[in-house]
């Protein structure tokens, strides 16, 4: 009786033991495993462009190039350029306007913006990922930090007010040493091809305005190519 009892239980233990190894397989099946992707690109190419908006009187436009060359999964140097066309706000217009046409004395404050900068630096990325749509396409995106060290090339506008009623807008340029920052995300369409989004962040240091530091913030949209 024993033995049989035995038996039963031995039958019914092994039973389990292979419907939870089947359920096990189809839901490895099903689900997609979230794993950091082989990166056989040694080197990406960047193109970006974006709107940087620091100052209420001029708003930028940086075109960005940029180069990446991997040394480890997850670590790469780079290497950007970066130029910026930039534009007179509606404010700053109004300004000019109402001094051109008001008999009172007046001026716009000293400001700038970066116009253009140099940086190396490294690529963290601690972030992998999938994005699914509809359940079909599937879409790998990595989540990363770049920290840098460069130089940029600031333009400064001054005014003076030469009488009562004019106002000269003096134009120079000012080199300091800089850091940058950045948060970004790729989203890979193919093998070599991805979609980029970030929050760069360019940190003068050098005397602008009176004050040692000054950040630039943008937000920047790209393509990267790898090879």
């Known amino acids: 009786m024993k033995t049989i009892l035995i038996s039963i ?8 033991q292979a419907k939870t190894y089947r359920d096990a397989e189809e839901i490895s099946r099903t689900i997609p495993i979230v794993s950091i992707p082989k990166i056989e ?7 970006k462009s974006g709107q940087s908006m620091n100052s209420m ?4 436009y940086p075109i960005t190039l940029s180069y990446n060359n991997y040394f480890h999964k997850n670590f790469a ?14 404010l700053k217009q109004s300004i000019e306007n109402m001094i051109k046409n008001s008999q009172q004395k007046a001026s716009i404050p000293e400001h700038h913006y970066s116009m253009a900068h140099v940086m190396t630096g490294v690529i963290f990325k601690p972030i992998y990922g999938k994005i699914t749509f509809f359940s079909e396409k599937i879409i790998h995106f990595d989540t990363y930090i770049t920290m840098g060290v ?21 134009e120079s340029t000012s080199i ?25 962040n360019n940190i003068t240091l050098g005397d602008i305005k009176g004050e040692f530091i000054n950040q630039h913030y943008s937000i ?3 393509m990267q190519y790898l090879f």
């Open 41 to 47: 690109q040694k080197s990406s190419m960047f193109l």
């Open 57 to 60: 009187f001029v708003t930028s």
């Open 150 to 170: 460069g130089t940029s090339i600031n333009k400064i506008y001054k005014t003076e007010t030469t009488d009562e009623t004019t106002s000269k807008v003096e």
């Open 176 to 200: 300091t040493g800089a850091l940058f920052f950045a948060l970004g995300q790729n989203y890979f369409l193919t093998n070599s091809f991805a979609l980029n989004f970030e929050i760069f």
């Open 9 to 16: 239980i031995m039958i019914l233990a092994l039973s389990l």
């Open 220 to 222: 920047r949209f790209g």
């Open 77 to 90: 140097w780079v290497f950007e350029a970066s130029y910026s066309f930039a534009s007179d706000t509606d």
